[in-house]
Structure formats: structure tokens, C-alpha cells
């Protein structure tokens, strides 16, 4: 089949936009290990798990790029709860110090950054002191509550939402026939098949309607985060990625499916109809383990598939610094393309099963009884 002009630009763009965190790694790192220039003997050897973890976990800043071995970052404002009240700052103070020497010293009280958690420092101590496992012994967690990135892009993503939905429904206002134009016409395909091929079968045609804006809601979100998350500039800011992320959507999908249960779903949990009373006793127990395992199902399942994309792309790049070779980047950035275009697939694919198997709980707890 012959492409077009415009569709080889446009698939040239897509290919540029999934190489992009590739080379972003092979920048960020250029100053520990420079495979263009000649590696000093003295060069810190390249730790690629400190590297990954350092990319997947949370952050207090948005580190864009290195530019002449300085980071630039987006600082984010730090919230802290200490023992002296509410103390805020910017975290661009510990000028992108995460080994915990750089002291930070605001309302009355002295703060180090350690692998991305703040301490607070004891009474009298100017800096922090490790156990043998490099852990701190005179340093308490105080309550962080801060803006980090994943916090500020749930904020983001919330507002694109809300202008994608706003924008579609002033195009249904416009339109004298209902016909989908514009961004709706992109948007209400997507709602239909939420609507029919999730919420009717897994619910039923009669009591659907309600579940529908959660439904829509989680789908939308998750989909709309699981995108943000391959976007390079934004260098790992995924929110999905969070277990405290897919823990509290699951629980919203727990606490309505546990108040939708009707006599019969609970009937079902704690006295099997139709079978023998022993095997009855022996059942309750599983089914009541049963209510909590499937919310930790979808927190789970969200959670590890798409940090396992981000994982399997870092320690694709990692391969080339690991064996200190420009031969290995062509391999390297191969994989990880054929990764990142898996991952695309796999944003929609995640937020399609997170909002089937709620719809499935949903049903499986309004289900009547059938004699």
C-alpha cells in the first residue's frame, strides 16, 4: 500500500515522538558516561537501577534536561506538617540535591532530601548521619504533603478533561441536528462504546445509567494519565505508575460495589445458596477474602503494567552504558521504540480493563436473583 505525503509525515512524527525519551536518557546521562567522548578512568561507574528507580519514583521537581552538567528543573512547592506547624518552600532550595548534603533550613527547623523523601533534622544537628545501611539516624519524616509532579499532573490532567468535555458539549449546544462535530465527533464514539460494550453488558440494560458517569470518569482518567506518561518533557511524571494512584481508584470501585450489593449478592458471600451447609461455612470465609482481593486486583494490575513499560525501556537505554559501547545503541533504540509503541497501545488497553472489570463488580453486585 502506498502512503501518501502527509501519512508518512505523520507516522515520521509518531516515530520521532516514542524516540524522544531515548535520546532524553542518552542526555541525561552523557555526563557519567559519554559514549561519543572518551570515558576518564576515573568516571563514576554507571548505576543503572539507582538511574530507573530515580525515573519511576515520585519526584519534588520536574528535571527537563542537563545542560552543562547543570539540571535544569520546574521546582514544585514543598508542604510540610512538622512538630513547629505548616512549613512551605520551593524545592528548587535543595538546588537538585538528593543524597541529603544539601541543608534547607526554614521555620525554625533544618530539612534534607533522601532518594526523593524529606527529613527533618534533630534538634542540634547540622547534617544528616547514615546506619550501616545508609539509612538516617537523626532525622524524622515529617508529614509531606507537597505538590509533586505526579500531584501536579492529576491536576493537569483534570483540567484537559474538563475542557475536552466542556468544548464537546458547546459543539452539541451549536448543532441543530445532534450531529458530532469537532471534538465531539472524537469524543462521543468513545462514550457509545463505554456505554455498549461495558456498561450494558456488564450491568444491564436497566440499571446501567447510574454507574455510567463513574464508569466514563475512570476510563477517561486513567486513559488520559497513561498518555501523559509517555510524553518525554514531562520525564516520568506517571501517575498511573503510583500505587497510591490505582490503590485509590480501586477503592472507590470497592466502596460502590460494597453499598450496590443487594440481599442477593450478600447472600451469595455468606450463605451459598444451594449447597450443603458444611461447604457453606467453608466458602464464607473465601468469598469475604474474595470482596477485598479484587480491589487489589485492579490496583495491582494497573499499577505493574504500566511501570513495567517504563522499566523495560530504561533498562533497554541502560544497556548501552552498562557495556560502555556505541554499538549497542542501534539495538537499544530499536527495542525501545518496539516498547514505546506497545505502550501506546497499552494506555488505552489499561484503562479499558480497570473500567470492565469495575463494571463487572458493579453487576455482579446489583445482580438479581434467578429462580
Not at 226 to 255: D, E, H, K, R
Amino acid at each position: 500500500m502506498k502512503l501518501t505525503n502527509w501519512q508518512n509525515l505523520v507516522i515520521g512524527f509518531i516515530v520521532f515522538l516514542i524516540s524522544l525519551p531515548s535520546f532524553a536518557l542518552l542526555q541525561d546521562h552523557s555526563q557519567e558516561e559519554s559514549i561519543v567522548h572518551e570515558i576518564e578512568e576515573k568516571e563514576e561507574e554507571f548505576d543503572a537501577q539507582s538511574m530507573i528507580v530515580h525515573h519511576v519514583l515520585d519526584a519534588h521537581e520536574f528535571h527537563i534536561i542537563d545542560f552543562n552538567g547543570h539540571p535544569i528543573s520546574i521546582p514544585l512547592p514543598v508542604i510540610l506538617w512538622t512538630d513547629n506547624g505548616l512549613t512551605t518552600f520551593m524545592s528548587s532550595k535543595f538546588h537538585h540535591d538528593d543524597s541529603g548534603k544539601t541543608v534547607v533550613e526554614e521555620n525554625g527547623r533544618r530539612f534534607v532530601k533522601l532518594h526523593e523523601t524529606i527529613y527533618q533534622l534533630n534538634e542540634g544537628e547540622s547534617a544528616v548521619a547514615f546506619d550501616a545501611e545508609h539509612h538516617p539516624t537523626n532525622a524524622t519524616k515529617p508529614l509531606d504533603i507537597s505538590i509533586t509532579r505526579n500531584v501536579f499532573m492529576m491536576w493537569v490532567s483534570v483540567l484537559v478533561l474538563m475542557l475536552i468535555f466542556t468544548a464537546a458539549a458547546r459543539r452539541y449546544k451549536k448543532s441543530d441536528n445532534n450531529v458530532p462535530t469537532g471534538i465531539a465527533g472524537f469524543i462521543e464514539p468513545l462514550v457509545i462504546f463505554v456505554r455498549d460494550e461495558i456498561g450494558i453488558p456488564m450491568i444491564g440494560e436497566h440499571k446501567y445509567k447510574r454507574y455510567m458517569p463513574y464508569l466514563l470518569t475512570i476510563f477517561f482518567f486513567i486513559w488520559i494519565n497513561n498518555i501523559f506518561g509517555l510524553i518525554p518533557i514531562l520525564n516520568g511524571a506517571n501517575l498511573s505508575g503510583n500505587i497510591a494512584f490505582t490503590m485509590t481508584l480501586a477503592v472507590f470501585t470497592f466502596i460502590i460495589t460494597t453499598f450496590s450489593g443487594n440481599k442477593n449478592y450478600w447472600k451469595h458471600i455468606f450463605w451459598m445458596p444451594g449447597v450443603p451447609v458444611p461447604m457453606k461455612i467453608f466458602l464464607a470465609p473465601i468469598e469475604v477474602i474474595g470482596m477485598f482481593v479484587k480491589p487489589i486486583s485492579l490496583m495491582i494490575r494497573l499499577f505493574a503494567n504500566i511501570t513495567a513499560g517504563h522499566i523495560i525501556v530504561l533498562a533497554l537505554m541502560s544497556l548501552i552504558f552498562i557495556f560502555k559501547s556505541i554499538a549497542v545503541a542501534p539495538v537499544s533504540i530499536a527495542f525501545s521504540l518496539f516498547i514505546g509503541v506497545i505502550e501506546i497501545i497499552v494506555t488505552a488497553i489499561q484503562a479499558y480493563i480497570f473500567t470492565v472489570l469495575s463494571a463487572l463488580y458493579f453487576g455482579m453486585a446489583t445482580e438479581e436473583e434467578h429462580h
